[in-house]
């Protein structure tokens, strides 16, 4: 199986700051690759699609790159909603594998 | 709008069976490919296994920790997918969600949670 190794594990940030969050893959996975954002007693909402596709719907502030290895999830001006835990997942190869999760705490 | 709506949930002691169901709507339920994710308290995600279209053949995959112990099925009359769950663990303690098979998944169902203790 494919490990995503996605740091940091949890971050601590304030409104207005820009935050990376990385993931990386054990093989390379072209861009196959999204990312989502959980709130507590809530289903997962999709962020990204194919490493750097924002889903419709999502602010602009999300954005997403990276290929191959090394991908990174970037907030570029933290929200009060946007304080949550972010999971990157892989789909190149079976079984789709999760990122462990990058817990993002306001300052 | 999709909707996912799991049910079955709820308290098995080790070694029991339960049988999860998701009935979807708002999808062409035919054609999609559904799978179901799972996330114990306090942890990550994990992918449990999917399913594929009756017209692709139906056919499964799982993950390796559930693979000889859970079986997924279908009934599109219905609209639903199934997730059989034999000899269970106390490691399967978990909230369970229905998704579309979608590459990355777009559409969740809200969860149901299996609680594996004696």
């Known amino acids: 199986d494919i490990q995503m190794t996605q740091s940091p594990s949890s971050l601590s940030a304030s409104v207005g700051d820009r935050v990376t969050i990385t993931c990386r893959a054990s093989?390379?996975?072209?861009?196959?690759l999204g990312w989502y954002q959980q709130k507590p007693g809530e289903a997962p909402k999709r962020l990204i699609y194919?490493?750097?596709t924002l889903q419709s719907g999502v602010p602009s502030r999300f954005s997403g790159s990276g290929s191959g290895t090394d991908f990174t999830l970037t907030i570029s001006s933290l929200q009060p909603e946007d304080f949550a835990t972010y999971y990157c997942?892989?789909?190149?190869?079976?079984?789709?594998?999760f990122g462990q999760g990058t817990r993002l705490e306001i300052k | 709008e999709v909707q996912l709506v799991e049910s079955g949930g709820g308290l098995v002691t080790p070694g029991g069976s339960l049988r999860l169901s998701c009935v979807a709507s708002?999808?062409?339920?035919?054609?999609?490919?559904m799978s179901w994710v799972r996330q114990a308290p306090g942890y990550g995600l994990e992918w449990v296994g999917r399913?594929?279209?009756?017209?692709?053949?139906?056919?499964?995959e799982y993950a390796a920790p559930v693979r000889g112990r859970f079986t997924i099925s279908r009934d599109d009359s219905e609209n639903t997918i199934f997730l059989q769950m034999n000899s269970l663990k106390n490691e399967d303690t978990a909230v369970y969600y229905c998704?579309?098979?979608?590459?990355?998944?777009?559409?969740w169902g809200q969860g149901t949670l299996v609680t594996v203790s004696s």
């Open positions: 399913i594929k279209s009756k017209v692709q053949g139906g056919t499964t």
């Open positions: 093989q390379g996975i072209r861009n196959d």
């Open positions: 997942l892989q789909h190149n190869n079976y079984p789709p594998t």
């Open positions: 194919a490493a750097s």
């Open positions: 708002g999808l062409n339920f035919n054609t999609a490919w």
């Open positions: 998704t579309t098979a979608d590459a990355v998944p777009l559409n």
